[in-house]
């Protein structure tokens, strides 16, 4: 158990839908990264959030937007969703701290657009 | 840009085989590396990383060694199991451009035969 949580675990949703998923970092974390896991791409990084802040962007369509809150748990939203947004999404966390920073996963939100 | 190359899959093994999967990388500056591993269904576990040049991290009996005039990071078994059967990433992190997002090979799946 890495300590970072996501929610849902599954998610089933029709094509031009919005969904929200949800982490949870470890504790004394401070960073927040969603990924992107497709049979096609591979892992892609989407976006990063330090404290509340955005701290970095990837390959993240604009349709996906995600948002770090006071407490540290991370949203991330997707909308108008197409059938190529399909894949495994997983939050990982750090505490950033230059070159002893590693990233630990979540067990990832599997989302599924039909 | 940043970028990991890692050998193509799948590799088949049988218990007890020695195990190596290849991974160069191109960085700018000097990136911290990390090998994780994908058991079936789960999310990404940090399986070792290092953090300069000649750094081994180990663990779990697995090896690799940050070598940086090969720009290669190769991880290393000397005897694997059947539950060693998963998927490794081999992964950067450079902290280039103020992120210290991780960018991934394409994955390796091995499968281990009793």
């Known amino acids: 158990d890495s300590g970072v949580t996501q929610t849902p675990k599954h998610l089933i949703t029709a094509t031009g839908q919005r969904v929200t998923l949800r982490c949870s970092p470890r504790s004394g974390d401070l960073s927040v990264y969603w990924y992107q896991q497709s049979l096609d791409q591979g892992l892609q990084f989407l976006i990063q959030y330090y404290n509340g802040e955005e701290r970095a962007k990837g390959n993240i369509l604009e349709r996906f937007s995600a948002q770090q809150f006071p407490d540290l748990h991370s949203e991330l939203n997707l909308s108008s969703l197409e059938l190529g947004d399909s894949a495994l999404y997983f939050c990982?966390?750090?505490?950033?701290?230059?070159?002893?920073?590693?990233?630990?996963f979540g067990p990832g939100t599997r989302l599924t657009v039909l | 840009g940043d970028s990991v190359t890692q050998m193509e899959g799948p590799v088949t093994l049988s218990e007890e085989a020695f195990l190596t999967i290849n991974c160069t990388y191109t960085?700018?500056?000097?990136?911290?590396l990390f090998w994780y591993v994908q058991y079936p269904g789960e999310g990404l576990q940090l399986l070792l990383k290092?953090?300069?040049?000649?750094d081994k991290g180990s663990n779990k009996g697995f090896e690799a060694t940050y070598r940086k005039e090969t720009t290669s990071f190769h991880l290393e078994k000397g005897s694997v199991q059947v539950s060693d059967s998963a998927v490794y990433f081999c992964?950067?992190?450079?902290?280039?451009?103020?992120?210290?997002?991780?960018?991934f090979g394409k994955g390796t799946k091995l499968t281990v035969n009793p």
């Open positions: 960085a700018t500056g000097y990136p911290s």
């Open positions: 290092a953090t300069k040049a000649d």
């Open positions: 990982a966390s750090s505490v950033v701290r230059g070159q002893e920073d590693t990233q630990y």
């Open positions: 992964a950067l992190s450079s902290s280039q451009g103020g992120s210290e997002k991780l960018v």
